[in-house]
Each structure stands twice: as C-alpha cells, then as structure tokens.
C-alpha cells in the first residue's frame, strides 16, 4: 500500500544513494532508470544549463544535478533578494541563485536527505559562496518563518511529494506579500492509468506523482496563488517513461499509454501583495 511516509522514505533513499554515488565519484548518469533524472543523456535532465552556467559550478554540483529545468532561468532574482530552492539536492540551484542575488541577497537551500545536504556543503566550500546555506527539513514543513522569502524555486521536487497541498501552502506561507514562486516541475497532460499512481517505485520514477495541469492550477490557487502561468518545456514520449515503467513491472500497454502524457514545465505564480484585491481563479 503506498502511503505518504512509505513515498518519502522512497525518495530519501534513492537520492541518498544517488547522493553517495556522486561523491564517490559516479557520475549521476549511472544511477539508472528508477530515479528521476539522472543526468547524462537522460533525456529528462539533459541540457538544462548553459556551458557559462556549467563552467562556474563545481563538478560535482553538475553531476548531481537531477532536475527536469533550470528555474534560475525562469526565476526573475534580483540583487538583495532572499531565494529559498525547494529541494535543493545537490546544491547547483542555490549557488547559481546565490551569484544572482548577489553579496547583500540569500539563497537558501532546503533538502531532506543527509547525503545530499553533505554533498551540497562540498559544493558551497568548493565555490566559496557564502550567501548560501543549507537547511535539513520537508518541503511539506518549510523551517523558515512566515513572509521571509522574495522567490521560491524548485526543480522537479514538488512532484515528488504526496501532500501537495501542504507544499504549496508553506511555500505561499514563507513567501513575502508579493513575491514569487518559478519552479520547473513534471505534470500530466492527461488522464492515465490508475495503477501508475498507486507505485512507489514510480514516485521516484518522474511518473505516478505529477498533477495533471489543470488541477496543478487549481491547487495553486487554493493556496492563494494568483497570476498562474504554466509553459510547457518538454513532453516526454514513449521511450522517455519506458524504461520506469518497464522496471516497476508495468506492461507494453502500459508503457504505450504514456506517451505523450507528461512533460516538464515550467510553473510561475506569486502571491498577492498585501491589501491586494487580485483574483485567485486559475
């Protein structure tokens, strides 16, 4: 039966190995098919920063990157401003974000996983950015105060979670009145096969935990989210999901049924500035 705790204790242990891997000098590529985004080639996670962006991070920052986006790119940071990454892994995020806000922002990153918060620590002391700091903790239970932070992050995390209105509510929550959230996520663009839903290993597979996107809006804006925009970056096809589903057991009918049934996108909203009289309507 898959519960809440029994997917977050999936998720821990598959990015703690992928974790330990990296820091053992294994590259991310090789972690296979059952984790989200294992970097190489892997069409979900490849390409995603610049060679700039690549060639100022640590090594080993890159190669743990397991993301679906860049939402440095998507994210507006400004000098001064206080950056929270939902999820942060490895740490290429915050200390991309870090360089943006510059020496009078934050950049926060928050993870639950031991391995990957002392992976990310290497990374910060090896890029020296002292504007960076990592928090243990669920993004279900945000440990930063109320209205403390001017942008939310995240890259391909959110989906992970089984309470996602809890999610979206703390991250609405720690955001100042007006500030913002530009996360990349997995959504579904359609219906599909309940059995995919009910699998832990394809919590952690970039499958059964997307939303599909008109009811992502509709949680958003029950959060209190307005000024919602989901865009599209990647649908993934037939050969993308396969091999998840594939190794959780799933048929060839199954594995047909997918394609074209999820995609990375990237997601913006904020929060409504205080006294504001906007709309929350999706």
């Not at 020296?128 to 903790?137: D, I, R, S, T, Y």
């Not at 703390?170 to 997995?186: F, H, Q, T, Y």
């Not at 799933?250 to 049924?257: C, K, L, P, R």
Request: hydrophobic residues 45%; negative net charge.
């Amino acid at each position: 039966m898959t519960t809440v705790n029994t997917i977050a204790d999936a998720v821990r242990a598959k990015y703690g190995a992928i974790a330990e891997q990296v820091s053992g000098g294994v590259d991310a590529s090789c972690c296979g098919p059952a984790a989200c985004g294992c970097g190489g080639t892997d069409p979900i996670t490849a390409d995603l920063y610049d060679d700039t962006q690549v060639s100022e991070l640590p090594g080993l920052a890159v190669q743990a990157s397991l993301g679906c986006g860049n939402p440095t790119a998507l994210a507006d940071l400004r000098p001064g401003e206080t950056v929270l990454d939902l999820g942060s892994g490895g740490g290429i995020d915050v200390l991309l974000s870090a360089r943006r806000v510059g020496h009078t922002g934050r950049a926060y990153g928050l993870d639950m996983t031991d391995q990957m918060l002392a992976l990310a620590e290497r990374n910060k002391a090896a890029a020296g950015q002292e504007n960076a700091e990592f928090l243990k903790g669920t993004i279900e239970a945000i440990p930063l105060p109320d209205a403390s932070v001017d942008v939310i992050i995240s890259n391909c995390v959110i989906y992970l979670s089984a309470d996602k209105d809890r999610v979206l509510a703390e991250a609405n929550r720690v955001l100042k009145p007006g500030g913002r959230l530009a996360i990349s996520d997995i959504v579904r663009t359609r219906e599909v096969d309940p059995d995919l839903c009910r699998s832990p290993e394809l919590w952690v597979g970039c499958v059964a935990g997307a939303l599909e996107v008109t009811d992502y809006r509709r949680r958003l804006a029950a959060a209190g989210f307005v000024d919602i925009e989901v865009e599209p970056t990647r649908v993934f096809g037939r050969a993308d999901a396969g091999a998840f589903l594939a190794q959780a057991g799933f048929d060839s009918d199954a594995v047909a049924g997918v394609d074209g049934a999820f995609m990375s996108a990237f997601i913006r909203a904020r929060r409504p500035a205080a006294g504001a009289a906007d709309s929350a309507l999706p």
